[in-house]
């Protein structure tokens, strides 16, 4: 039973406290529209949980139990949708508010946004006649950081505020005029995990004090999902179901406004639209204006009640995979929320003021409304600017240069299905080529994939596929005189995201559209299947191909077959099988192979053959010292305080869930000390600000290079390389670079003396004065997230199947490479010249990170170290480093001297 303490007692508690209190703590929570009469009979929070609105912080359990508890008592007015389930099983829901004769028509308006959302169906005509006859479909959504606590609770009175006031002159037009969409709690799991560790630490009565447990959560946090996933970078990549429930949800309704509310910092205050720089190119004027719209009846509002707020400063609408700026690009008005965070019932905020939860809720059900009553007053208008922002987009697309996009299905089939699904996913209309065609002086075969850009998605096409989406350049060279002077960039997340670039699937922009027949065809996808004579095959062989062969190889262990695997490439029987190929031997697996096979390559999608001579025309043979069992894995992650939450999830989800293998994960602290003998291999996610070094200590250090030397093999992400590189530990041989000094400046300014006093000198010019006032070892500038180009070492095993890669890129480290007495630098990043793919990287730094390595492998005894210098596990959206990736985690182990 968990800890409830009297919170009805909250104003008395306060004034023996002594506290300054910002808002009234002890007002009845009801009050938080002043004035309002509610109907009785629409039952509170207080009747079906057992605590008021604002008074608790309402568990996941307890929101579906109310939301529930509504849409029985209002059939008429209210229904409930379950759109997803979590991870953990918990229902995502969403309630559909509205009068009672537009919940009786829903199936009309949601096909009248359809038809209005398709220009190429509806005219202007129609359209006209549709708007005036449409409510607005206003979505407003809550809580995708399961520990911003505050929108939840708010999302609950929202509800039950449209449902039960009365002779309520505004909520009457809002129901009238719009249609409400409320998700309630887009991340159940993690606002579960947050009111478990909240009540945990509870004690006699709320604490204010911010370095109290109950503000202090532990490892991993409530933010993230169930796989730690940031659900607010999401929402192009598709990885998670609530994503994938909500991208559908959006698509079903397309409505004209949305909100997306959160928390942030608690010695704020409130922000709301207008956003700030940058700006996504493809957001349009008249969406500017309706933010802004939004913008100031929010501030009438908060005025009204003397609410302080921001606009424009931080939180820009540039990135595409936010909550906010993915219905953008569909035509929405859409915007973030940011209410200073109490996380938990009170926050004492640095100016002496108490911060309650009440107060939290009570700003977000503000602005809700606010932007409700904006929906319900412009309607027309926002239906009207919905449906142009469509039109509109396929008339650009239309005219502009890059006409369509076509997506090669050769080189990596299973990245190109992929990529053509998660776009399908998400409203965009994808073909495939009946026949083989030339385009744009190109010729390209059968099944290549077609995205026209003259539709209505013409504008999230371009934001998700484009090489580059372009920032402004009044806002960089911002950004350059900012770094000149050493004050942080005002980038709020990566500049590059390109698909195409992440997945590694080739694609050819054309002026035109291509002279072929198109299918449209849904789920294309082929299962593939074995070849070959099953009856006297002696051996079957799949090519390393692409994320099916990896699908393929992880199977087959689980299932106990015998496969090896070529370091080389070779030929059999006139066909050529590139380096990594797997070969399953007939004698050395039960009779029942070709079966077992033939399930696994349907699984997979990854096509096996079987051979009846084991004879090789040209590489190596089946008994080759390049040809190396694959032996069963046990497989473990570093988990917990040290460790970046986002990264272990990440890491965690791409060998689980995208190639069925499962993970044994092992907390820091066992580490240290643990025998880690029936571990074949051991990955360290990037760290957090703890870090590697205080969790696992100078005894944890030589416990991981004890196994290592004994055959383990060590696999270091990203920022853990920086633990990894540490003299002090040295797991690995490379180090972390300073930045580079301009040595002629350095040379006129001087070297400072370690003395009292020091020569004087002559400042002669601006150059000198820099170097002067520089740190002599000073970490490079920060990377703010760009796709850089890295080429592999064709003879290396690790490197099977590839030979360039999209490598996202970001933060400070550059690392020295390995001499050749200590290993190998498996991939380097390219030279400066053909350095940067796509975003915006400093000059300094593309120069210094030319030719650094990306993958380094070093033999420690019997086993070795692999460091990535850079995570390719980020957001599991970068499935081209994929590959490279599960060649460490599986092929690795075969290639340790212990096994061989």
């Not at 309520?168 to 159940?188: G, R, Y």
């Not at 080389?568 to 050395?588: D, K, Q, V, W």
């Not at 933060?811 to 030279?831: C, E, I, Q, W």
């Not at 033999?859 to 590959?883: C, K």
Request: glycine share 8%; net charge negative.
């Amino acid at each position: 039973m968990s800890i409830r303490p009297v919170t009805r007692a909250l104003a008395g508690a306060l004034f023996l406290l002594g506290v300054a209190i910002s808002g009234a703590a002890a007002q009845d929570a009801r009050e938080f529209v002043p004035g309002t009469s509610y109907d009785e009979a629409v039952p509170t929070l207080e009747k079906v949980v057992g605590h008021r609105f604002g008074e608790r912080i309402t568990s996941p359990e307890d929101v579906i139990s109310y939301m529930e508890a509504l849409a029985r008592a209002n059939p008429e007015r209210m229904k409930l949708v379950t759109y997803a389930q979590s991870w953990e099983g918990r229902p995502l829901v969403y309630a559909i508010v509205s009068s009672p004769e537009n919940i009786s028509r829903l199936d009309d308006i949601q096909a009248g946004m359809q038809s209005l959302a398709d220009p190429r169906v509806t005219n202007r005509v129609a359209a006209t006649a549709l708007i005036a006859n449409l409510p607005g479909v206003a979505w407003m959504t809550y809580g995708v950081h399961g520990n911003e606590i505050s929108s939840t609770d708010a999302a609950l009175f929202l509800t039950w505020h449209l449902l039960a006031a009365r002779r309520d002159a505004l909520v009457d037009e809002i129901l009238e005029k719009t249609v409400v969409l409320i998700d309630p709690m887009q991340n159940p799991d993690g606002r579960a995990r947050f009111v478990h560790n909240f009540e945990i630490a509870e004690g006699l009565e709320p604490d204010a004090d911010r370095l109290a447990a109950e503000h202090r959560e532990p490892w991993p946090g409530g933010r993230t999902n169930h796989y730690f996933f940031d659900m607010n970078r999401d929402w192009f990549a598709l990885t998670q179901p609530e994503t994938k429930g909500r991208i559908r949800t959006y698509l079903d309704w397309y409505p004209v406004a949305v909100i997306d509310a959160h928390e942030m910092n608690g010695d704020s205050s409130y922000y709301f639209a207008p956003p700030a720089e940058p700006f996504n190119p493809n957001i349009t004027k008249t969406q500017r204006d309706g933010l802004e719209l939004i913008g100031r009846n929010n501030a009438k509002w908060f005025d009204k009640y003397g609410f302080d707020y921001f606009t424009r400063e931080v939180f820009d609408a540039f990135y595409p995979g936010y909550g906010d700026m993915w219905p953008t690009l569909h035509g929405a008005i859409a915007t973030t929320y940011e209410q200073a965070s109490s996380r938990g019932l009170l926050w004492r905020k640095d100016d002496g003021r108490v911060l309650t939860y009440s107060d939290t809720v009570r700003r977000h059900v503000t602005s809700s409304i606010a932007t409700l009553e904006t929906v319900a007053t412009h309607r027309a208008k926002l239906l009207s600017d919905f449906h142009d922002y469509r039109r509109t987009a396929i008339e650009e697309g239309r005219a502009e240069r890059n006409r369509v996009y076509l997506l090669d299905h050769i080189e990596d089939p299973a990245g190109a299905e992929k990529l053509a699904h998660i776009l399908e996913a998400q409203g965009i209309d994808v073909h495939t080529a009946a026949t083989g065609f030339k385009s744009c002086g190109k010729a390209f075969e059968q099944g290549t994939f077609v995205i026209n850009a003259a539709q209505p998605s013409k504008r999230l096409i371009r934001s998700l596929l484009e090489v580059d989406v372009p920032i402004s350049k009044t806002f960089m060279a911002e950004q350059e005189r900012r770094r000149a002077k050493q004050l942080p960039d005002e980038l709020y997340d990566v500049t590059a995201w390109s698909l195409p670039l992440m997945y590694g699937v080739k694609m050819t922009t054309c002026k035109a559209m291509p002279d072929v027949s198109l299918v449209v065809s849904g789920d294309r996808q082929t299962a593939a299947s074995t070849t070959g004579a099953s009856e006297i095959a002696v051996a079957w062989i799949a090519s390393w191909r692409d994320a099916s062969s990896v699908r393929l190889l992880t199977g087959a262990l689980r299932a106990g077959l015998t496969v090896k695997s070529a370091d080389r490439s070779f030929e059999i029987g006139g066909t050529e099988y590139p380096a990594g190929s797997l070969i399953f031997p007939a004698a050395e697996n039960d009779d029942d192979l070709a079966v077992e096979l033939e399930a696994l390559s349907r699984t997979s999608g990854a096509p096996v053959t079987g051979v009846t001579s084991s004879w090789i025309d040209s590489g190596p043979n089946f008994g080759s010292d390049n040809v190396h069992p694959v032996p069963e894995l046990k497989v473990a992650l570093a988990w917990d305080t040290g460790v970046s939450p986002n990264s272990a999830g990440n890491t965690r989800f791409v060998i689980e869930r995208q190639f069925g293998y499962p993970v044994s994960v092992i907390r820091t602290l066992t580490l240290s000390t643990a025998d880690l003998s029936r571990y074949d291999v051991l990955i360290l996610p990037e760290q957090d600000f703890v870090g590697y070094n205080r969790t696992l200590g100078e005894t944890g250090s030589k416990n991981l290079a004890e196994w290592v030397e004994e055959g383990g093999v060590l696999i270091g992400l990203g920022s853990a390389m920086q633990y990894m590189s540490d003299p002090a530990v040295n797991l690995v041989s490379v180090r972390r670079e300073f930045a580079v000094r301009d040595e002629e400046s350095v040379k006129e300014a001087g070297d400072g003396e370690d003395k009292s006093h020091v020569a004087g000198q002559v400042i002669k010019d601006l150059a000198t004065y820099k170097a002067l006032v520089t740190p002599e070892e000073m970490r490079p500038d920060a990377v703010p997230g760009v796709l850089v180009r890295a080429e592999a070492d064709p003879d290396h095993w690790i490197s099977s199947g590839l030979r360039t890669m999209n490598v996202l890129l970001s933060g400070r480290d550059v690392y020295t490479p390995l001499t050749r007495d200590k290993g190998v630098n498996a991939v380097r990043f390219a030279s400066a010249d053909n350095l940067l793919v796509s975003g915006y990287l400093w000059e300094e730094s593309r120069t210094q990170i030319a030719f650094k390595p990306f993958v380094v492998v070093e033999p420690r005894g019997q086993g070795m170290v692999i460091g990535f210098t850079s995570s390719p596990t980020t957001r599991a959206y970068l499935d081209g480093l994929n590959m490279i990736f599960m060649n460490a985690v599986l092929r690795a182990p075969a290639h340790s001297r212990k096994l061989r």
